[in-house]
């Protein structure tokens, strides 16, 4: 035992004297350490490399973690929020907010010394001193208030900036200037992205909210850390702060370790949060419809499915915060802080140890004692909220995730990639019989060699073949789900065409209107004029009014009080109302040629003969979609559906089509008639038997 004291009493004889060299190399081998972790090479997945099992798992999804790709999709996002770099009026923010992290950090340590003071002046009992030092306290507190209150500014302004950029260029992206309808393919053409509006709205708010949140709970935490360590070492010894650092590092990488996923875990929240969104936005678009069925318990039972995916998630997660948030708050509160006061006892109890001179008087002792565990107890705050921003940085993942992935799918969406359960690709039928897929613009509407394959795989014409050249009308006619929607959505863009050559007009010289009008809610100008904006307007109202007026319907300006009364048009007009509107935007726009589907199901046959009149006039081509026989007299073509995959293009004699039509309507006649005569005589037959 004697010899074990002779020696500790001779390392520690030798540690004195070479007290400041060690305490370098500690530092500097703490420091290339930490490098080397943050630094070094991910290891390599050799299957993952050479495409293996374990490249991707077909059905499983991507984990949410602080890796690679959070940081490379954290950079792609910084780059659209602050644009221009240093010279962004973003950048700009965060500097100010650094320079007020800073002035902060400066307050807090000139607060600790003057907390020492106070002390010691009680102590000693320096009246005076200690009143005014008490004044000095108070005037500390208007800047410290000040800052305080910048940065809280600062930090929701920059939330907004980042959220204003980001959500201009997501926009910019999903409703695109292009013809290419990104908001439609992501709907109908791809199963990634389940809740658009979620990510549009909910998710970008939070992120930026996040991301603004981290720089300031970083950035001043690291600082203060930094700064408080610095001070403590002057006083108690740089090689003690290590010692107790260490200690403080190795409980913070047990926590790090035995921390859920909160990334994974917000994620998955979103997901669900945004599927509960939907389905009650779903109730509300065909609360009609649901209501005339009476399907109330039906939807009761998918809203309460929805939300008990959503509850059971957030239980989970809040099983798994207690149990972190307990073993969190033990050891930065109670197990640092017992490190705190055994390290601020050092120069008190071992004073050959600390790093300054001798404390020889109570108050110096008191003052030192008070000032030390200041920096001390600021100094475990802030490695505190470093380690706890650890589940801010996991929630940031979780967003950046969402967000990145939105942005991915929109990528892949503009160049043609999609995926999508049991997509055409799936088909047994390849079209490598067929031309190579080709589309082109040019004045006239060709169809030649097009199948007609719906996103799901079905093929409803396997080889189409027609073509409509300006100035002329076509009819389309077919039992239902036979491919005369699908044709339309394939000559507007909609779908891609599978092989074949498909010429079509540019967007802006084909008008659609569809049997159920789409009525924005905006002013009775811009419903008119649809899609152009007011800006864009270039006809006077006196000429819209003279285009109502065709379609009877003018006094609907005197009725709502005119051009700049803003209703919910579904509401106030009827369907028939809603129709004659839509022709109105088609007088407006004077397209080359206009898609008619069943456009006039709700009017009489007067204001369809008048729609149908006035837009041949305006040289408008139709093509429209229709099983009345009064409309065969304004086209020229025909394309019949058999709903078999057939189909027939030729010209369309109105005149003699009717004269078919009536024949046909009297042979259906007499063979009903043929047939109820041959019952009868059966009847009379078995009855004269009988």
Same mark, same amino acid.
């Given at each position: ?10 390392g520690?004889?030798?540690?004195k ?5 060690? =305490? ?19 290891? +390599? @997945? ?19 973690a602080?890796d690679?790709?959070?940081f ?7 780059? #659209? ?16 907010? =650094?320079?007020?992290? %800073? ?8 607060v ?6 106070l002390?010691?002046?009680? +102590?000693? !009992? ?83 909210a ?38 403080i ?49 039906? /939807?009761?039972?998918?809203?309460d ?33 017992a ?15 600390? !790093? ?27 490695? !505190? ?26 990528? @892949?969406?503009?160049? !043609?990639?999609? /995926?999508?359960?049991f ?8 079209f ?12 006239? &509407? ?5 199948p007609? +394959?719906?996103?799901?795989?079905? %093929? ?28 339309f959505?394939i ?9 074949g ?25 811009q419903l ?20 109502? @007026? &065709?379609?009877?319907?003018g006094?609907? %300006? ?29 007088f ?6 206009? #898609? ?12 369809? =003969? ?14 429209? %979609? ?26 369309? @004699? ?19 008639h ?17």
């Open positions: 035992m004697a010899n074990l004291s002779k020696l500790a009493t001779t520690l004889g030798v540690y004297q070479h007290r400041t060299a060690a =305490t370098r190399v500690m530092y500097l081998s703490y420091f290339l350490v930490l490098g080397y972790r943050l630094f070094k090479p991910k290891p +390599v @997945d050799k299957d993952a490399a050479a495409g293996g099992k374990q490249a991707e798992v077909p059905g499983r999804k991507k984990r949410v602080i690679q790709v959070f490379n999709n954290l950079l792609r996002i910084l780059k #659209i929020i602050i644009p221009d770099g240093i010279r962004s009026r973003e950048f700009m923010l965060l500097c100010l907010e =650094t320079v007020f992290l %800073v002035l902060r950090s400066a307050i807090s340590l000139y600790a010394y003057l907390d020492g003071k002390v010691s002046h009680l +102590v000693k !009992g320096e009246g005076t001193q200690f009143m005014k030092s008490v004044l000095l306290w108070l005037l500390v507190g208007f800047p410290a208030s000040f800052t305080n209150s910048i940065l809280s500014y600062l930090r929701r302004k920059l939330s907004l900036r980042f959220r204003s950029r980001l959500n201009g260029y997501m926009l910019k992206e999903y409703l695109p200037d292009s013809n290419i309808p990104i908001y439609y393919l992501l709907q109908n053409m791809d199963d990634r992205i389940k809740n658009a509006d979620q990510v549009m709205t909910s998710d970008i708010a939070r992120f930026s996040s991301l603004s949140n981290l720089y300031s709970n970083l950035a001043k935490p690291i600082l203060d850390m930094f700064l408080y360590t610095w001070q403590l070492s002057k006083g108690i010894g740089g090689d003690n702060v290590f010692f107790i650092g260490l200690a590092q190795m409980s913070a990488a047990m926590l790090r370790l035995s921390a859920p996923p909160f990334g994974e875990f917000v994620a998955k929240e979103a997901n669900l949060q945004g599927d509960f969104r939907a389905k009650h936005t779903r109730l509300i678009e065909y609360s009609e419809e649901i209501a005339l069925y009476g399907g109330n318990e039906a /939807e009761k039972d998918i809203l499915t929805a939300y008990f995916a959503l509850s059971k998630h957030v239980n989970r997660v809040l099983r798994h915060r207690l149990i972190y948030n307990f073993s969190e708050d033990f050891v930065i509160k109670y197990y640092w802080g490190l705190g006061l055994v390290l601020c006892s050092i120069p008190v109890f071992f004073k050959d140890l600390a !790093g300054q001179s001798v404390i020889s008087t109570v108050s110096q002792r008191t003052s030192f004692f008070v000032t030390n565990r200041r920096f001390l107890v600021s100094g475990s705050d802030a490695f !505190g909220r470093i380690t706890s921003s650890y589940k801010e940085i996991s929630q940031l993942a979780g967003y950046t995730s969402r967000v990145s992935t939105f942005m991915n799918v929109m990528d @892949d969406v503009k160049r !043609g990639k999609f /995926e999508k359960s997509m055409a690709s799936d088909s047994e039928d390849d490598s019989d067929l031309p190579p897929p080709t589309v082109r613009l040019g004045h006239d &509407i060709i169809f030649d060699n097009v007609i +394959v719906s996103p799901i795989g079905d %093929v409803l014409i396997r080889q189409l073949c027609f073509q409509v050249k300006q100035g002329q009308h076509l009819l389309i006619v077919g039992p239902n789900g036979c491919g005369k929607s699908s044709l959505r000559l507007g863009g909609l779908w891609q065409i599978r092989a050559l498909l010429v079509r007009p540019p967007a802006s010289d084909i008008f659609y209107i569809p049997q159920r009008p789409y009525m924005s809610k905006s002013t009775l100008r008119v004029i649809y899609p152009t904006t007011e800006d864009n307007n270039t006809v006077s109202d006196a000429e819209l009014r003279e285009i109502l @007026d &065709i379609l009877e319907i006094e609907l %300006v005197d009725h709502f009080g005119g051009w700049n009364t803003v209703k919910e048009w579904r509401e106030e007009l009827s369907m028939g109302v809603q129709q004659r509107i839509a022709a109105a935007r088609l407006y726009h004077k397209p080359k040629f206009a #898609i008619l589907d069943e456009c006039t199901s709700s009017v009489t046959l007067d204001t369809e =003969t008048v729609i149908y009149t006035h837009a041949k006039e305006l040289g408008i081509s139709l093509l429209t %979609v229709s099983h009345r026989a009064s409309l065969w007299k304004y086209h020229n073509l025909i394309l019949h559906f058999d709903g078999y995959g057939g189909y027939v293009f030729t010209d369309l @004699d109105a005149d003699e089509r009717l004269k078919l039509e009536e024949e046909k309507l009297a042979i259906d006649y007499e063979l009903r043929e047939e109820e005569t041959i019952e009868k005589l059966r009847i009379l037959e078995q009855a004269a038997k009988a």
